[in-house]
């Protein structure tokens, strides 16, 4: 079983406006909500799969409730953690530029925490853990180690996706995955990186570190997989950007449940890729017909 997991979720209120004007009153012409979280797309987006998931996290108010909902009208399991105050509200208003408000989100307790890293035990080596976005500020900082640290004494396989520190620390725990862009990866080592010659070396560097598997995306100058074995290049689909948000996390999702399916890491890779690219020109998440579309232009080629 996969379980995602998002420590902050949100719901995720667009909208869009002709103009903006500050300190005058502004109305939509359109507008819509939506769940919202890295480890909550991920599940979204696997659903299109045929792919089972379970949701954990921490919700509460009616939000958390709309959250619930949501996900449970796409066949999606939950199994959040119930907190005192309300799961939290991010704003994002379009008009000729995208700008976002993004709450803090609710107090988690130590109480709490210690609920999910419960839940987080009873995973064992036939289940993955998808851990994805930022710790709140409620929580320790070091609350990634302690999950992938339970993943480990349980057998439990576990991806990534998060950047800086949080991803260095839990590299010597043997992710089965992690996933950043040139831009995280050139942060990672204090460089700059432009192609997708530049990231083969840090590739490698991070599967020394203990990573078994990293891909790294370039936007339209294509993606890379690096692990012990192989390293792969892949070609992206050509088409216009409409969206970023989810891409990565589409990426994830379409990697694992193609992997669950072959075990086949190059065909798992080609379906992450067109995966990511398919919501990048959506307006939403990708669907599974539009993978299936892209799937024919994602052409992967092996560097030796």
């Given at each position: 079983?996969?379980?995602?997991?998002?420590?902050?979720?949100?719901?995720?209120?667009?909208?869009?406006?002709?103009?903006?004007?500050?300190?005058?009153?502004?109305?939509?012409?359109?507008?819509?909500?939506?769940?919202g979280?890295?480890?909550?797309?991920?599940?979204?987006?696997?659903s299109?799969?045929g792919?089972?998931?379970?949701?954990?996290?921490?919700?509460?108010?009616?939000?958390?409730?709309?959250?619930e909902?949501?996900?449970?009208?796409?066949?999606?399991v939950?199994?959040?953690?119930?907190?005192?105050?309300?799961?939290?509200?991010?704003?994002?208003?379009?008009t000729?530029?995208?700008?976002?408000?993004?709450?803090?989100?609710?107090?988690?307790?130590?109480?709490?925490?210690?609920?999910?890293k419960?839940?987080?035990?009873?995973?064992?080596?036939?289940?993955?853990?998808?851990?994805?976005?930022?710790?709140?500020s409620?929580?320790?900082?070091?609350?990634?180690e302690?999950?992938?640290?339970?993943?480990?004494?349980?057998?439990?396989?576990?991806?990534?996706?998060?950047?800086?520190?949080?991803?260095?620390?839990?590299?010597?725990?043997?992710?089965?995955?992690?996933?950043?862009?040139?831009?995280?990866?050139?942060?990672?080592?204090?460089?700059?990186?432009?192609?997708?010659?530049?990231?083969?070396?840090?590739?490698?560097?991070?599967?020394?570190?203990?990573?078994k598997?990293v891909?790294?995306?370039?936007?339209?100058a294509?993606?890379?997989?690096?692990?012990?074995?192989?390293?792969?290049?892949?070609?992206?689909?050509?088409?216009?950007?409409?969206?970023?948000?989810?891409?990565?996390?589409?990426?994830?999702?379409?990697?694992?449940?193609?992997y669950?399916?072959?075990?086949?890491?190059e065909?798992?890779?080609?379906?992450?890729?067109?995966?990511?690219?398919?919501?990048?020109?959506?307006?939403?998440?990708?669907?599974?017909?539009?993978?299936?579309?892209?799937?024919?232009?994602?052409?992967?080629?092996?560097?030796r």
């Amino acid at each position: 079983m996969i379980y995602t997991l998002t420590l902050n979720p949100s719901v995720d209120y667009i909208v869009k406006l002709e103009s903006f004007e500050i300190g005058e009153l502004n109305r939509t012409v359109d507008e819509a909500k939506f769940p919202g979280g890295k480890g909550i797309n991920v599940s979204m987006v696997l659903s299109q799969f045929g792919t089972g998931s379970k949701a954990l996290g921490f919700v509460g108010g009616f939000t958390g409730a709309y959250i619930e909902q949501s996900l449970q009208e796409r066949k999606i399991v939950t199994d959040f953690i119930q907190v005192a105050e309300d799961t939290r509200i991010n704003v994002k208003i379009k008009t000729g530029q995208e700008s976002e408000i993004n709450a803090k989100g609710p107090t988690i307790t130590e109480q709490n925490f210690t609920m999910l890293k419960q839940k987080i035990t009873q995973l064992n080596k036939n289940d993955l853990l998808v851990l994805a976005g930022s710790i709140p500020s409620s929580l320790p900082k070091t609350t990634y180690e302690e999950l992938v640290q339970i993943c480990r004494e349980n057998g439990a396989q576990f991806v990534v996706d998060a950047e800086g520190d949080l991803l260095k620390k839990v590299m010597s725990y043997q992710p089965f995955l992690i996933k950043p862009n040139h831009h995280e990866l050139g942060e990672l080592f204090e460089t700059t990186i432009t192609n997708v010659e530049e990231v083969i070396p840090f590739g490698q560097r991070l599967v020394e570190m203990g990573a078994k598997n990293v891909i790294v995306s370039l936007a339209g100058a294509g993606a890379v997989l690096v692990n012990r074995e192989r390293t792969l290049l892949a070609e992206v689909p050509k088409g216009t950007v409409k969206n970023s948000v989810g891409a990565g996390d589409s990426m994830v999702a379409g990697f694992l449940a193609s992997y669950e399916k072959t075990g086949d890491i190059e065909e798992a890779f080609r379906y992450g890729v067109a995966s990511g690219s398919a919501t990048a020109f959506s307006l939403g998440l990708c669907t599974r017909e539009k993978v299936e579309e892209l799937l024919p232009q994602v052409k992967i080629k092996e560097i030796r």
